[in-house]
């Protein structure tokens, strides 16, 4: 395995990212999920304080991505969260908005082995029971409203992704030979479904997801489908940790696309031919991710909070067998960041 080196991200990439960033959330909203906050556990000693926690339900919106598109999984867990208050006639969950930034290291596209430092941040919400969301260079929006104080909640609805995989300077000269791709715009739909009160408390939270994009910008032609395990919980009234295991499953244009070598690109580049990530819908990539969040205001509730996370990710079959990883990337795929967000 070769080891990662960190570099500055080029200007012209960035500025492009920005710009991209900038016209889609403009154009598309997103989705976010949501789960309930415990009480710290000291304070469970004292009855009037637990039971006041507990009668106004606080809900925390859950995990969102960076922003940039490198196949990061949508969940390592950057779980700021907000208060709900004492209305007992509101129907649904409590309006909100959400925002963060930061910075993370990531592969330069996926099967690099050097890596990059680049700004990251998210922007959600929630109105009227209807919840959006920033999930890396993806924009969703839960058509399925959220109910206040409920413990099981379904999701589905619309996604928009831009691609931005080696679309800027690649960094490897065997692959930037290759030449460099276009932006893809993907379409799809996410859904799935969190439970609240599984195993540590009533206030952890299991969830599974899906998310699925199709190409139709021409550039790929094809699809990604990413099913997700999350599961998270707050440790007190300060402190929340969440952790989640995906696949990334490709189909046959995606490999072609970024992963074969044709004669001429092997011509050009030194890398031998390969043909075979485009041959069939493949499971090419594997992550798990952990991260949380730390209070500055004493209550995850409200106000800033610190947030870290890392996720590990494995390229797999066809695609880690491809030169473009085997021979001029890695297999190994790490990405880290960390950030302040801030709630209101």
Do not use: C
């Not at 867990?77 to 907000?82: A, D, G």
């Not at 009160?197 to 899906?210: A, C, H, I, N, P």
């Amino acid at each position: 395995m070769h080891r990662p080196v960190v570099r500055l991200a080029p200007s012209r990439p960035a500025a492009s990212l920005f710009l991209a960033l900038g016209a889609a959330l403009l154009a598309f909203p997103a989705q976010a999920d949501e789960m309930a906050l415990a009480p710290d556990p000291g304070a469970l000693d004292n009855i009037s304080l637990a039971d006041e926690i507990i009668a106004k339900r606080p809900i925390a919106p859950a995990p969102a991505a960076y922003m940039q598109d490198r196949d990061i999984d949508q969940d390592i867990l950057f779980p700021p969260t907000n208060p709900d208050d004492d209305d007992p006639d509101r129907k649904w969950a409590r309006d909100y908005f959400a925002i963060a930034g930061g910075v993370l290291t990531s592969p330069r596209y996926n099967g690099a082995d050097d890596n990059v430092v680049l700004p990251g941040g998210y922007l959600r919400g929630r109105i009227s029971g209807f919840s959006f969301s920033t999930r890396g260079t993806n924009f969703q929006v839960d058509l399925i409203r959220q109910r206040r104080g409920q413990r099981i909640d379904w999701k589905l609805g619309p996604v928009v992704n831009l691609r931005s995989d080696r679309t800027g300077r690649i960094g490897d000269p065997q692959v930037e030979a290759l030449g460099e791709k276009k932006v893809a715009v993907e379409l799809g739909l996410t859904g799935g479904v969190t439970m609240t009160g599984v195993f540590t408390s009533k206030y952890d939270q299991l969830g599974l997801r899906f998310i699925v994009l199709a190409d139709i910008s021409g550039r790929h032609s094809s699809w990604v489908a990413s099913p997700t395990i999350e599961y998270s919980t707050p440790l007190s009234k300060r402190a929340y940790i969440g952790m989640s295991v995906s696949v990334n499953v490709y189909g046959k244009g995606f490999g072609a696309y970024y992963f074969d070598v044709d004669p001429l690109g092997s011509a050009a580049s030194g890398l031998p031919v390969y043909e075979r990530a485009g041959r069939k819908a493949t499971a090419g990539k594997y992550t798990i991710g952990v991260a949380g969040a730390y209070s500055l205001s004493g209550d995850l509730r409200k106000g800033f909070a610190l947030l870290t996370g890392v996720q590990y990710g494995r390229m797999a079959s066809r695609f880690a067998a491809s030169p473009i990883v085997a021979i001029a990337g890695d297999k190994d795929q790490w990405i880290a960041g960390a950030g302040v967000a801030y709630q209101f």
